[in-house]
């Protein structure tokens, strides 16, 4: 038998003395060959939808950095673009949906219409061939309540209100919406699997904005459902839960939800969190994205104290937040060699 990929073996519970890495949108605008690529495509869904582009960049980043995993290009509101919804993207802007205002907004979304992702499907298989052996293979989606939030919204906004007002309001239309984006998810996620991504990442981008009665109805429960159904129909699959902003959650969390790993955000103590949690639990991140675009003696601080933290423990070196366009690729090369103690 070929020997378990670091990252693989990291999430069923191994100690490395030299973690893993990968960095969350390490596929993105920090690369000069990304960029150009990306003014190829007419628009960023259709980038998302064309296999030969998506698998290009989810390439582009092993290629140059060899980091331990690829993870899918992508975006988490192709769920629901595929659930009838309509989803565009302003240059500069970000996301734009159609928002969903009423109880009434909800039933009128379609069936959730796996097919209209298959380029995803494609982009996946087209990458899992190329991939170096050693290289292991994330697909993800969006948390309901992170999804939900930008569909009743119509767009992100900075605390994400309109989603909350909703749920207070219309709280068993809310419950339907979150229902529907469970299921969702859990397909899309096991086609994902099916074709051949290796471990999945659930990202809870928002579930920080929640109060605790919120936040266990519309983060925890939800995920904790996932992670079991994806758990009983593809066991041999690691999930990743990033809750992000659920700082003081996570020892809760790590007990309840079933994954395999632990996304940590940019605020979170590291030696907390490792004093919080079991020691066979891999916990990932957490370099704060802005240190890296400062560099120099900073960036190996930062980069030094991480590694002490976690040391002796199953972890999975990343970013507390996704790597910003702005970052100097010189400071990737610097924080690799650090990591790897090149």
Not at 58 to 85: E, K, N, Y
Request: charged share 25%; with cysteine.
């Amino acid at each position: 038998m070929s020997e378990e990929k670091r990252l693989i073996s990291a999430l069923r519970g191994k100690a490395h003395d030299v973690p893993p890495m990968w960095l969350m949108r390490q596929a993105g605008r920090y690369l000069p060959e990304y960029r150009e690529l990306r003014s190829k495509a007419r628009s960023f869904l259709d980038f998302c939808y064309t296999p030969s582009m998506a698998a290009e960049v989810t390439l582009q980043p092993v290629r140059r950095f060899h980091f331990d995993a690829a993870i899918l290009f992508s975006d988490i509101l192709v769920i629901p673009d595929a659930m009838g919804q309509t989803v565009s993207f302003e240059t500069g802007e970000g996301p734009r949906l159609d928002p969903i205002e009423t109880p009434e907004g909800v039933d009128r979304l379609g069936v959730f219409d796996a097919e209209k992702l298959s380029p995803v499907f494609e982009t996946i298989d087209r990458v899992k061939s190329a991939l170096p052996s050693d290289v292991a293979f994330i697909g993800f989606c969006g948390a309901p309540w992170t999804v939900a939030s930008y569909m009743i919204a119509g767009k992100g906004t900075p605390d994400q209100a309109p989603a909350r007002l909703f749920a207070f309001r219309h709280r068993d239309a809310f419950q339907k919406l979150i229902d529907r984006l469970v299921e969702a998810s859990v397909d899309y996620l096991i086609r994902q699997i099916d074709a051949g991504v290796e471990t999945v990442q659930i990202f809870d981008s928002w579930a920080g904005v929640l109060p605790a009665n919120e936040f266990e109805s519309w983060c925890a429960a939800p995920i904790t459902r996932m992670v079991a159904a994806l758990k009983e129909k593809r066991p041999g699959t690691p999930v990743i839960a990033f809750v992000r902003g659920a700082d003081a959650q996570l020892p809760g969390l790590t007990r309840r939800l079933g994954a395999d790993g632990y996304g940590l955000d940019t605020a979170l103590d590291a030696k907390w969190a490792v004093a919080e949690t079991a020691s066979s639990v891999c916990l990932q991140g957490n370099l704060d994205p802005l240190a890296l675009i400062a560099g120099g003696d900073a960036l190996d601080r930062e980069v030094d104290a991480i590694l002490a933290a976690f040391a002796g423990r199953p972890h999975i070196f990343n970013l507390g937040h996704g790597i910003l366009p702005q970052t100097p690729i010189d400071n990737v090369e610097r924080l690799i060699a650090r990591v790897r103690r090149a």
